[in-house]
């Protein structure tokens, strides 16, 4: 999953699996592009059209080549962790939710430290980089957390 250059995000106009995406799915494939997919279970409710991790997982299977980026793991973060563990071709960003206690452990025990990617999503980056720093993890997940992973993704080189 090294080297792309870029990333298309699919947001909530349709379903992340809605088949009217494919031929977007299908450009980004062949462009070495990241599907980042805007998925979530809001402990408030979704939005209409506003996909969840199901959704996601769904078209990550049905496109193996691709990397898809499940986004803002949060709200009832354990769907997350349950959807992304069979999905290989699929990363998790911790974009979601600010701090909730166990729940990056959770997922890097399901998915492994190599498909989690650090993410914000909103103006709170000390709370964010929190659920990092504070969860239990070796520094080497950590680092992989924060930046190993995106860097081998975009293809950058990290320095330590």
Not at 8 to 21: P, T
Not at 43 to 63: D, I, Y
Not at 92 to 112: H, K, Y
């Amino acid at each position: 999953m090294a080297g792309h250059c870029s990333e298309v995000k699919l947001w909530i106009s349709v379903l992340a699996d809605d088949s009217r995406v494919d031929p977007y799915v299908e450009l980004a494939q062949e462009a070495g592009a990241i599907v980042l997919a805007h998925a979530w279970v809001k402990t408030t409710g979704n939005l209409p059209f506003e996909s969840q991790p199901e959704h996601v997982a769904s078209l990550a299977r049905r496109f193996p080549r691709l990397v898809v980026q499940l986004a803002h793991f949060g709200g009832e973060w354990e769907t997350g962790v349950r959807v992304a563990k069979d999905v290989p071709n699929m990363v998790v960003d911790i974009s979601g939710t600010l701090a909730d206690s166990g729940s990056v452990e959770a997922l890097v025990r399901a998915v492994g430290a190599e498909r989690v990617l650090f993410g914000t999503d909103n103006t709170d980056f000390h709370y964010c980089l929190g659920k990092v720093m504070g969860a239990q993890l070796s520094e080497a997940q950590r680092q992989l957390i924060l930046c190993g992973n995106a860097c081998q993704l975009l293809g950058l080189t990290s320095s330590p």
